[in-house]
Structure formats: C-alpha cells, structure tokens
Nanobody
Framework: VQLVESGGGLVQYGGSLRLSCAASGSIHSIHGMGWYRQAPGNQRELVASISSGGSTNYVDSVKGRFTISRDNAKNAVYLQMNSLKPEDTAVYYC???????????????WGQGTQVTVSS
C-alpha cells in the first residue's frame, strides 16, 4: 500500500492550494484519513482528519480556512486550503488507517510529504 501526495507549492499570502492524496495497492478498506504538517523546528501536528463516515476535525488555527474531504471510490483524501498565511508553511503529510488486502490487518500509512510555502 502506498500513499502519494500532490498539490503543494509556493503561494502568496491569502492564496489557495488544494492537496491531494491517493492510496494504491492491495487495499481492503480505508478508515480514518488525515493531513499532518511539520514546520522546521516544530513537531508534526494534526491539521485535519476525516472518518470513513465523513466526520471531520480541524486544528483551531485552520478552522474556517481549510476543508478536508475524501472520495472513497478513488481511495483519496483532499485538503482545500484557503486564506493561506505564512505560518501555514510546512511539509504536509497524508495519513491513513488502511486494512491491508493481503494481511487483513489495520496499518498506519504515511505519504512522502509535500512542501507548502506561503510568502508574505
């Protein structure tokens, strides 16, 4: 199983970006999915999460600006980021709890990370 992210880049203050993450491989089912970020010198933090049923959760600093969504048919999760600020600059990681189609075990998977840079 592999998670592949896309959509990062450089954007100006107040701009928008949309991150995408698709899971591939031998997948039985996908449970919770989420986006984390890590800025230099900081610990990795949970930005947003979404359950298999669509319930969402956000860190306070992004509420009202970011929206997480998922497409279960595509095994994908997205993060729409609006009104971006310089403090949003970080490497963003996709995370998913996936039941492997071969082992039938629940495993925690991570993407490779995508850089988001917001200039002031």
């Amino acid at each position: 199983v592999q998670l592949v992210e896309s959509g990062g880049g450089l954007v100006q203050y107040g701009g928008s970006l949309r991150l995408s993450c698709a899971a591939s491989g031998s997948i039985h089912s996908i449970h919770g999915m989420g986006w984390y970020r890590q800025a230099p010198g900081n610990q990795r933090e949970l930005v947003a999460s979404i359950s298999s049923g669509g319930s969402t959760n956000y860190v306070d600093s992004v509420k009202g600006r970011f929206t997480i969504s998922r497409d279960n048919a595509k095994n994908a999760v997205y993060l729409q980021m609006n009104s971006l600020k310089p403090e949003d600059t970080a490497v963003y990681y996709c995370n998913a709890y996936i039941i492997d189609g071969i082992t039938i075990k629940l495993e925690d998977y991570w993407g490779q990370g995508t850089q988001v840079t917001v200039s002031s």
